[in-house]
Structures are given as structure tokens and as C-alpha cells.
């Protein structure tokens, strides 16, 4: 059986890293345990386990590997992922692939991340400086997955909420019943523009007044990267 450090020493080879993983009680009626996750080489998934990137980690390699064509990191993910993947005897998920999966879901059941207030999750250690690309599904129950909820959204005891009184353009908002607001069309706008700040060129300006691990932001081009792409094509997969 595949442990969970075999799928880490798997994944080492790349530039991208292994960001935890959760069993599935395929037995259970509780529809958010079982998440309608797809099958594993036609059989019911027990396992999944999150891929992704912290930081700037996969940037470098993508830039001299990247090829012509569109989604052009998508295509390159794929590429790197799927074949190890496939070598561990797992199905390959990106988050991309339609049906839609509920990656920011899934993240939250394989590692101690939270809901920002600005909707993106928060890690402790990487703070928004971190993404997900694509999830391994397993067969079989994977016994030594890293425990999760030891932690403590970073968020909490944040009084001055720097992320939310950033925003040029109030794009974010929390209720008094604590439900977020998000205006997409309102923030879409202003990132297409010349309008300062450039957050297009220079990165969202409420992601970036996040003070956990400022110093590990992405560099100005992935940040453009990113970006562009927010402007230029929505999509409903959930990987950011």
C-alpha cells in the first residue's frame, strides 16, 4: 500500500508539495465526509491527498519549462502531476477538470488552513502566499496522513483586518453575522484598469496587506501572472 510519504518523496521530484490529505467514510451518509468525491480507477476514493505550491516554489521551473498555448500552467501541472499520479496507482484531480471538486473544501479537511476574510484560506505558516493544483485520489485508506485541527486561524485576534480596509475598491465585506461579500464584477473592473493601485502588475492590494509571511509573496511576475488570468477568463474551479 502507498503510505503517505511515498506520495511526499513522489512529489519531491518537483517543485511542487504535498499539502496533506483526508480519509474518505465511503459507509456514511453525511454528505460533506463523502464530498461526492470522484472514483479512483473505478472504484470508490477512501483517500485524498492535496498537491500544491507555497511561496513562489514552482515559479522559476514553470517559467523555463512553460510552453505555447493556452492555460499554459494548467497544461504544465498536468503534465508534471498526472504521471505521478498514475505511477502511485491514483486517479489525478486538477482543479480545472469538470465536474468542478470542492478544492477549498478539501483543503480544509487535509490541513489546518481557514477562511480569510477576504475568502482566500490562510495558513499559518504561508499565510495567502499559497495555492492548490490538483489532488491524488487513493483506493485505500492511507494510514499516516498528518493530523489537522491543532491550529489557530492567524485571523483571530487580528483587530485591524488590513486585508479588508485595502481593498480600493470595497470589493470585500463581512456581515454582522459574519457572513463574507465579495463584488467580482466591482474587483474585476478596477484590476483591468489603469486605476491606482495596479493591482493587475502589482498584486491584489488587500492579498498583499496581509502581514503573515509578508516576505513570502509572489514575485511581480506571477503576481501579473495570476492576475491576467483572473481578468481575463472566471472560472469556478477553486484553487487559489
Known amino acids: 500500500m502507498v503510505t503517505y510519504q511515498d506520495i511526499v518523496t513522489a ?7 504535498v499539502r496533506g490529505g483526508f480519509l474518505v467514510d465511503t459507509d456514511t451518509a453525511d454528505t460533506d465526509a463523502a464530498d461526492t468525491v470522484p472514483l479512483t480507477n473505478g472504484m470508490p476514493t477512501r483517500s485524498v491527498v ?3 505550491n507555497v511561496g513562489g516554489s514552482i515559479w522559476p521551473r514553470f517559467i523555463a519549462e512553460r510552453t505555447a498555448g493556452p492555460d499554459p500552467l494548467d497544461r504544465w501541472t498536468r503534465e508534471l502531476l498526472w504521471p505521478i499520479a498514475a505511477g502511485l496507482g491514483a486517479s489525478f484531480v486538477h482543479p480545472s477538470d469538470e465536474p468542478f471538486q470542492p478544492f477549498q473544501r478539501w483543503a480544509q479537511r487535509a490541513d489546518d488552513v481557514w477562511q480569510s476574510p477576504i475568502g482566500l484560506l490562510i495558513h499559518g505558516e504561508h499565510g495567502l502566499w499559497h495555492a492548490y493544483r490538483g489532488a491524488f485520489l487513493f483506493g485505500h485508506a492511507i494510514a499516516d496522513l498528518p493530523a489537522v485541527g491543532q491550529g489557530v486561524s492567524p485571523c483571530v485576534g487580528c483587530a485591524d483586518q488590513p486585508c479588508l480596509s485595502t481593498c480600493p475598491v470595497d470589493a470585500f465585506g463581512v456581515s454582522d453575522s459574519g457572513e463574507l461579500s465579495y463584488e467580482a464584477a466591482t474587483c474585476r473592473s478596477h484590476v483591468a484598469s489603469s486605476a491606482a493601485p495596479q493591482c493587475l502588475s502589482a498584486g491584489c492590494a488587500a492579498r498583499c496587506a496581509c502581514p503573515v509571511n509578508a516576505h513570502g509573496r509572489y514575485e511581480r511576475d506571477q ?6 488570468a483572473f481578468v481575463g477568463l472566471a472560472t469556478n474551479a477553486e484553487s487559489e
Open 223 to 228: 503576481m501579473e501572472f495570476h492576475m491576467a
Open 50 to 52: 492535496i498537491i500544491g
Open 11 to 17: 512529489v519531491a521530484a518537483t517543485p511542487f508539495v
